[in-house]
T-cell receptor
Framework: DAGVTQSPTHLIKTRGQQVTLRCSPK?????VSWYQQALGQGPQFIFQ???????QRGNFPDRFSGHQFPNYSSELNVNALLLGDSALYLC??????????????FGPGTRLTVT | DAKTTQPPSMDCAEGRAANLPCNHS???????VYWYRQIHSQGPQYIIH???NNETNEMASLIITEDRKSSTLILPHATLRDTAVYYC????????????FGAGTQVVVTP
């Protein structure tokens, strides 16, 4: 049973460009969350998708957007990249049972470097 | 969600028990205590969670004080592979899964 997978593993972009990161949740999981982790800090919640809708959002600008597909996979898009967007981007999935989201399983992350 | 306080770092000898403290003095009655760890260059890994009773699984034990204002994660026999950053998080069970990570505790297990 594959866990959470993310692609690509590493990415280098130039300031002002746009980037798309991808995530496939663990089998049986229908909720996907995205986190940003700057070097030396804990992960920060970006947003969560459930039933193809953004359900909850952290304190991130509109440059950060996402999408969830019918197969529960998800994309994170970041527009107009800034140097400060350089970070490890983590995807986490969880099953939702009876309205409760259970423990999240994280992928290995995508390391984004903005130059 | 309530915030947590953890020591920034601690060392542990291989084979000994590692006791990781966490203070969550403003925890609400419906908030659970979760522990995750993050090994270098990997995504966080779920360890254990609890509400008020002590919990144990194959990875660790969680001891929550009676007033629920603090807890301790116990790794019974630390190995070198347990070297990681450990995060204590409190959250409401029906909060749709948003996790608020702090800085965590860097645990270094030494031979």
């Amino acid at each position: 049973d594959a866990g959470v997978t993310q692609s690509p593993t590493h990415l280098i972009k130039t300031r002002g460009q746009q980037v798309t990161l991808r995530c496939s949740p663990k089998s049986g999981h229908d909720t996907v969350s995205w986190y940003q982790q700057a070097l030396g800090q804990g992960p920060q919640f970006i947003f969560q998708y459930y039933e193809e809708e953004e359900r909850q959002r952290g304190n991130f600008p509109d440059r950060f957007s996402g999408h969830q597909f019918p197969n529960y996979s998800s994309e994170l898009n970041v527009n107009a990249l800034l140097l400060g967007d350089s970070a490890l981007y983590l995807c986490a999935s969880s099953p939702e049972v009876g309205g409760l989201a259970y423990e999240q399983y994280f992928g290995p992350g995508t390391r984004l470097t903005v130059t | 969600d309530a915030k947590t306080t953890q020591p920034p770092s601690m060392d542990c000898a291989e084979g000994r028990a590692a006791n990781l403290p966490c203070n969550h003095s403003t925890i609400s009655g419906n908030e659970y205590v979760y522990w995750y760890r993050q090994i270098h260059s990997q995504g966080p890994q779920y360890i254990i969670h609890g509400l008020k009773n002590n919990e144990t699984n194959e990875m660790a034990s969680l001891i929550i004080t009676e007033d629920r204002k603090s807890s301790t994660l116990i790794l019974p026999h630390a190995t070198l592979r347990d070297t990681a950053v450990y995060y204590c998080i409190v959250r409401v069970a029906d909060s749709w899964g948003k996790l608020q990570f702090g800085a965590g505790t860097q645990v270094v297990v030494t031979p």
